[in-house]
């Protein structure tokens, strides 16, 4: 079975943890998600590519939800969110998945 990348998981999970939030009216239940699926990719980064690369991209996660606050006010909340959530899956998946082998999902550097 094809492992899930983990571009989609981080980026899916800012739309999904904003997307709860919103329809719910509890910021803490989104948080929950945004903090579940840092703690699932991260942990999934720091195996497969070390623990510099796992800090960095959780870092950049953190980052990118950070920024999406402000961002929200300039240009509303929902493409502030879409924003950040594509810059995320991008960087992710530049640093990680593009070298991921589509059989296994497992890295290039972490099969060596």
Known sequence: M???PTWIA?????????????????????????FLAALWCGLRWRREQGLAVG??????YLAAFALSHPLGRAIGSWPAV???SAFVAAIVW????RLSTPA?????????
Request: glycine share 14%; aromatic share 2%; charged share 10%.
């Open 94 to 97: 530049a640093r990680v998945d």
């Open 104 to 112: 296994t999902g497992v890295s290039a550097a972490a099969s060596r």
């Open 82 to 84: 879409l924003v950040v």
């Open 10 to 34: 981080a980026g899916g999970s800012l739309l999904l943890g904003f997307a709860v939030a919103d329809v719910t009216g509890v910021r803490a239940l989104g948080g929950i998600v945004l």
């Open 55 to 60: 800090v960095a991209l959780v870092l950049a």
């Open 2 to 4: 094809q492992r899930l």
